[in-house]
């Protein structure tokens, strides 16, 4: 991003002979190889022309549990705080055809969840095919070997009632949903550029809690926008204790060289931005607790990824819900789904007793 953004500057330091922007990463092996001594040379493109999708396969395969399959590239929303938009160009989509190829060939080397992810996922669609981010997981749903399939993060205004009613009758959707929020707080949105209100946001989580019983929710959050007020803190950190999120990353704003909120007067000082922080992610920590409370007792899957250094023969996997667990196994099961009981929380994971 910062050869896309900055890329005379980077091209300035010393020892960098070679400057390539977004879309030319395909090119990057030929480029240095036909590349002379002493010579230096770029190859960055305008946001306007980076309207292909770069397809850059996968042809190695390590571990075999979870996947992240890359759909979506670029964002046109323009929040006032990201450079994502100027650095990765416009939204463009991957070709159905070759996510699902792509797809298959993970569920061949035993990868049993996927992970849909891009920039702004909810914006996916392949004009081609004319299938939207519905319609791309129906089809990897109907993969055999494919058991979860997971989505990366959403913006909660592309979520419609019609989106969230087709997830519903997909099994091997997780239920739980990133969806990314920022601030609790209506000002603090509308200066972010962010194109819903807490309300709005409400309603979405509701509708996922109906359609989908027991969906966990989790969020990024960020303090210390310019200009927010401690009463604006204060509605954001309410807004998080009601939604009741299974976990926030909170993040202290940094200014973006570039963006219209790094002009923005009334920037935050860092002792108030370090406090907000400290105090939000208290309460992510409590809200964790209490979901976990909840599953206590509950029977569910874990997928086993990776023995947990020290114990004595943990393995920690991940539940549909998004719940790290702790499952006793008699040697490595990496890649293993096991049916377990949740009996106790331990520290960062629950406990699962196989049934
Ligand atoms: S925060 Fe997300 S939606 Fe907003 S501009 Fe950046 S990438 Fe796009």
Redesign the pocket.
Known sequence: CFAQVSAEEAAKIEGVSLVLGNNMKHRIVELVENLHNDEKRQYVFERNKLSEYEELPVETYEGHTRAFLKVQDG?????S?????YA?GPVRSRDIGDVIKEAKSLAEHGFREVVLTG??LTSYFDEKNGKGLAGLIEEIHGIEGIRRIRLG?L?PMFLATGFIEELKNLPKLCPHFHL?L?SGCGETLRRM??KYTPDEYRNIVKLLRENIPGATITTDVMVGFPGETDKEFEESYAFCRDIGFLWMHVFKYSPRKGTPASRFRDQVDNKTKEERSRKMIELALQMKQENFERFIGKETDVLLEKPIDGSDGDMEGLTPHYIPVAVKTSGDKSGEIVNVRLTAIEGEYMRGEPI
């Open positions: 964002c046109d929303q323009f929040c705080y990201c450079i994502i938009p990765r920039i702004h993060s913006e990314s920022q550029n962010r």
